[in-house]
């Protein structure tokens, strides 16, 4: 059973990304306020849910939240400032659109930025283990997938209906044979390049 809070006197807000792994795409990241009296037995870890249980979940979980917000880190950004830098900013973008300021921030993860002057609790696996980390992983996922299907419109080749930009072998044999999109990640290695051994 998942806890729902680290300091039942303060107004938390959980947070988690999505999609730091992929080739392509953003980074998406969410801010979720839980109430006091808040109980769903079927949230869990977004990755430990299917994809029907993630969708059913979240207007389960807007509607019963103080707040939630989402925020997004573009592959340009992430260029720029790096994969982990950009899983902080999209952080703490969601948790800047929140309509209600949190007291303390739950981190998914053992690392992040401290945003302007709230006090935040780094919690590895947090997703698994706290309900409004799980609420935002959820939130997180399902509106990356959301975006990335759109993509897939776009440029239906890379196969980001199903792999939603991670690194699967249909995505990378795309890239092999088709080059980049304009969505790809440039900082990241897009190509798997086999070991030689030169005699």
């Keep these: 059973m998942l806890q729902l809070t680290l300091y039942p006197d303060l107004i938390e807000a ?25 109980e769903c037995e079927a949230l869990n870890d977004s990755k430990q849910l299917s994809e029907k249980e993630r969708y059913t979940l979240r207007p389960f979980i807007e509607d019963h939240a103080i707040a939630w917000a989402v925020g997004i880190v573009d592959h340009k950004e992430i260029d720029k ?61 399902t509106y990356r997938d959301d975006y990335m299907m759109g993509l897939h419109n776009e440029y239906p080749i890379y196969d980001w209906n199903h792999n939603k930009g991670y690194p699967t072998k249909k995505h990378r044999e795309a890239i092999k044979e088709h080059g980049i999109t304009p969505y790809h990640r440039l900082s990241f290695n897009l190509e798997e390049k086999q070991l030689k051994l030169d005699f």
């Design 14 to 38: 959980g947070c988690d990304e999505a999609g730091r792994g992929c080739l392509a795409g953003p980074v998406f990241a969410a801010a979720v306020i839980l109430p006091q009296n808040f």
């Design 81 to 141: 400032i790096n994969i982990l830098n950009a899983s902080f900013l999209a952080m703490q973008r969601a948790v800047a659109a929140l309509k209600t300021r949190p007291q303390h921030l739950l981190i998914d993860g053992n690392r992040f930025r401290k945003y302007e002057d709230i006090p935040h609790t780094c919690v590895v696996k947090g997703d698994g283990k706290l309900l409004p980390i799980a609420a935002a992983s959820v939130l997180a996922k």
